[in-house]
């Protein structure tokens, strides 16, 4: 199983940027899904989550900024950011819980990160 993030790149504050991260590999079943980033200097942390059944959840810094999405046939998660501020300036990584075959079992899997930085 991999996940493979992009979308990251460089934008002006009040900006926009869409990250994607899509799976691939044998998966049978895909449960939570989430986006997290790390800063320079900083622990990593958890930006929004999204489940199976598409309930979703936000760090309070993002909300009513970011739209966390998934399309559970194409196994990609989207992450929309709008209204960028510098300080969501960092590396944003992808997980998602997959069980790759039966019996059911959920691993973490983590993609690569991708840069975004946003300018002032």
């Known amino acids: 199983v991999q996940l493979q993030a992009s979308g990251g790149g460089v934008v002006q504050a009040g900006g926009s940027l869409r990250l994607a991260c899509a799976a691939s590999g044998t998966i049978f079943r895909t449960n939570a899904m989430s986006w997290y980033r790390q800063a320079l200097g900083k622990q990593r942390e958890l930006v929004a989550i999204i489940t199976n059944g598409g309930s979703t959840n936000y760090a309070d810094s993002v909300k009513g900024r970011f739209t966390i999405s998934r399309d559970n046939v194409k196994k990609t998660l989207w992450l929309q950011m709008n209204s960028l501020k510098p300080e969501d300036t960092a590396v944003y990584y992808c997980?998602?819980?997959?069980?790759?075959?039966?019996?059911?079992?959920?691993?973490?899997?983590w993609g690569q990160g991708t840069q975004v930085t946003v300018s002032s």
């Open positions: 997980l998602a819980e997959i069980s790759p075959t039966i019996p059911i079992q959920y691993y973490p899997y």
